[in-house]
Each structure stands twice: as structure tokens, then as C-alpha cells.
């Protein structure tokens, strides 16, 4: 049976819109796998899957983002904040970010504040996410946040990881909390998609 | 009745006069004596220290000699990050980076930090004859993580011979550490928390079942520790066959009381850590401990922390929790006390 590579292939050779294999093809699967995911219905295993059948599907897409025949939502920089290693979490928000549709630039872990002001600078639009998974890194949440939002007050902050929770994430100024991958993708598609 | 003889009766589902506490005291264990995780996790005369006084501090019935899961991936290879506050954590996978299974050597007792273990073993045993001992080993598939990464995860898919030849051989080290003579050996597999029940029945399963029924061949008892949420796995654990299973805070108790029960199996948890023990005041974890005494009952549970101390949890709020589970009195004033947590916005 063909997977996501092969049928992205075809459809590009058979004439279809790049746009619409994203948003009618790629998108819809990543967001059911996201919903089930929160629901307890599927676990890590299958979600990487997911993301790394949409993840090969987009190489053959990427041209298209290039030469702005489709477009990606909007971009999204992440990274576990500084003193902490700890990335799955992460990288499961990434890929559902990017399967639905977002461009991701992901910092990797133990990131500063100064690492993530200069991607702003790069991509001044992007909504940035953190994460932390121990007690003693989720304070350094509130330090990176207040500095991003000194430097590009305007800039949108998402925050999550095992120890962190709405009253924390009100408490740090951070514009979002959420407890799974697709509560970051529905607050991104709120805010700027 | 007190500590390994007040566990044993709870491991075997009888009626206790009141639940066995064990305290996982791990990095907290430095706190308790002034020094940071880095240097108290490299020293048998720190950790002998820090836990003697955690005994003296929380009377625990049963403590782990060592709360440390990266023991296991250092021998084999895996870099790890020190830190002041925390457990290192593993920074490089060698099978991601072209290591062969087979170039891996099952551990000998001079490896890495067992010296350490076997040390602090044994002199805890000779000052604390009557408290049971836990020895933490790595679970199969958490240890396959540290070997492996993240592609863990995909290769269940697309090359499961490849994750079940892992597999047997993280379950053959991990049997290697019941040499350490403890009363009480718990495989500690938070990672297995992140896959479905079938995953876990055909990567989980085959491989954690035999130590359990090694343990039990040595006459030794065993319990089944995992982090994080794994609901979904309760059954299956069980249906793994140790003497007991203990659990994180975000699984309901007396949903997992209610399967352990049913196959017979005792269980213990799941004192919420950051947003109680740790950020919490004394009577947020009275009344956080009082929760789970009522929940838990007498008969098969151990009370117990959710997962593994966090360093900076306050004293005072350990010893409060310490107090009521020895003292019905304040149990039953702590029953009646009306109660906002101090964590409330």
C-alpha cells in the first residue's frame, strides 16, 4: 500500500495543487492524529509516525513553499528553555506544528533567551513555544518570556511541559498554555493562521 | 509493626494497621546534607549520609538505595549532563550514532557507579536491618530509550526484531543489579508511559515479566514503577506480575486500586510532587497524604510519592505527611479541617 511519500508523488505528478495536497491531504491527517492523540486514543509511537510520513511527504512540497506556490500558516520557533536536555515534548509539538501546515524553526534544547530573540529577528511574524520539563527549569519560562516580549513586545508566547499549568502560565506572562500538541496548533491557527 | 515487616504484610494484601510510607528520596537526599545533585549521586559516603538522615528525618518504612536512572546508560556508553538540582540526563544515544547491539557487554560489579550502589547498600542495611531497601534498576525499554533515542518510537514499526534483540538485552542488565542485595527491587520504566497497550504487550511485556519472575525466584519482592501517565497501562503492568505497582499522580488511585486489587497485585502512589510536596505548605500536604490514606486503604497499598523527590521539596512538608500517616489523631483532625490550598489563585 502507497504511504504519504508515494501519494504526495503521485499527486504532484498527476497535476494537483501543491496548496491543496498541504491543506486537504497532509493537514486534515496530522490534526485527527493530534485530536486523538490528546483523547488518549493514540500515544508517541503513532504520532511520530504521522509526523514523519507528513514530514516526508513535505520534502517533495518544500519547492513549492519556495516559490510561493503554497503557503505555509504562518512560523513557529521552538525550544526547551535553558538548563533543560529534555526534548521529547518538543519534538512531538514540532511535527504536529509543522504537519499542520506551520513553518517550524526548531531551536533544540537548553535555548536563552538571546537564541530566541535572534530567530525573532529573523522571522519577526513567529509566534515562539516553550518548553521545560523539570521543576527547576520551568522558572526559567518566566525570565526568556519577559525578555522576548522587552525586545518584540508584539511577539506571541506558547508554554507547556509536565510541570507547567495555566495558573503558572498567567503568572509568567506567557499568552498560552497547553497541556497537548494540538491545544498549541488551534491557539497558533487562532492567533495568526 | 514497622518498615520491611509492615511492607511485607502489604505486599502480601493483608490488613495493616496503617500504610507503609516509602518516601522516594533521591537528589533530595543531597539537600538534606548541603550538597548539590552532581556531587551526592558520585559518592557512596554522600549518599549513605543523606539518606541515613532522611531516615532519621521521615521514618520511612522502605526507601531506594539510589534514585538514579541513568546508572545504567553510563556504563553503556550514554553521555550524561550533570546537574546541581536534578538527576544528570542523558545527552547521546550510542545506537543512534552507529553502536551495534552486540558490541554492548552486560555489566560487571566493578562497572560505573554499582560500586557506589553495593556500597551504600550494604552499609545501609547493617545501620537499618528492619527498613525495607529498594533497588532501583532502569527498566528495559526507559534504558533502550537512553540507548536508542526517539527512533525507539518509529522502529517499534519498522523494525521490530531490531527493538525486541534491545529489549532482551536492557532486561539482561537490568537483572545483572539484583546481585545488590535489597529487600525490595523496583524497575523504575517511566518511558513506557508513552506508548499504547499493545506496544507495551509486544515490547514491554516479554522482557519486564522475566525479571519479575526472577525476583521472585531469589525470594526477593519487586514492584513496578512508572512516571508519568500511564493509565492506560495499568492493566498490563499487572498482568507483568509484581508484587506491586506505583504510580504518578495524574492516575487516579482508586482506579488503579481497583485492578490491582482484582488480580491480586499490591499498589502504592501518588503524592502529588511539584504542586503539592514541593510548592505546597504543610497542611496542603496533610491534607494531599490524608487524600491518599483514604483512597488507598489498608490493605495492599504503600504510600508513596508520585516519582522521585524533587531536590528543593521543603522538610517540613515531608515530615508533616510523615506525621499524619503515623498519627490517627491528626488524620482525623486534618479529616475535619477546612482546607483552600495555599497554591489556589
Redesign the interface.
Known sequence: MDGADEITIELIKNGTESQDILTLGLMPGMERIGIKFRE?K?????V??SA?AVSTAMIHLKPYFASGAAKQKGTFIIGTVL?D????GK?LVAMMVEGNGYKVIDLGTDVSSDKFIAALKENPDATIGLSAL???TMVNMESITKEIKTVLPGTLVTVGG??I?S?FC?KIGSDNYSPDPQGVVEFLNKKIA | MFGLKLIEEALKLKEVSRAPWVPFVGVHGGKLIGLDATEFLQSSKHIIHGITKAIQLYKPDGIPVMFDLQVEAEILGCNL?W?K??PP?V?SHPLAQGVDIISLNLPSITDGRIPIILEVTRELRKNNPDIALYGCITGPFTLALHLLG?DI??K??EDPEYIAELMQFCSEFGVKFLEAGCDVIAVVDPMTS???PD?FEAFGSPYVKPIFDFVRLRKKYSSFFVC?HA??NIEVMCDCMPDNISIDENIPLDYVKDIALAKRISFGGNLK???VL?LGNELDSRKEALFCLDLGGKKGFIIAPGCGL???TPIANLQAVTELIYDEYIQQTTREMEHTSS?E?
Open positions: 488518549n493514540v500515544f508517541v509511537p503513532q511520530l509516525m514523519k538548563g536536555l529534555h526534548d521529547i519534538n523539570l521543576t527547576t509536565a510541570p499549568n495558573e498567567n | 549532563a546537574s538540582d536534578n540526563a545527552i526517539t518510537f518509529t517499534m514499526f508513552q506508548i499504547d506496544s508519568g493509565q492506560q510532587l511539584s504542586s514541593l524533587p531536590m528543593d497554591l489563585p
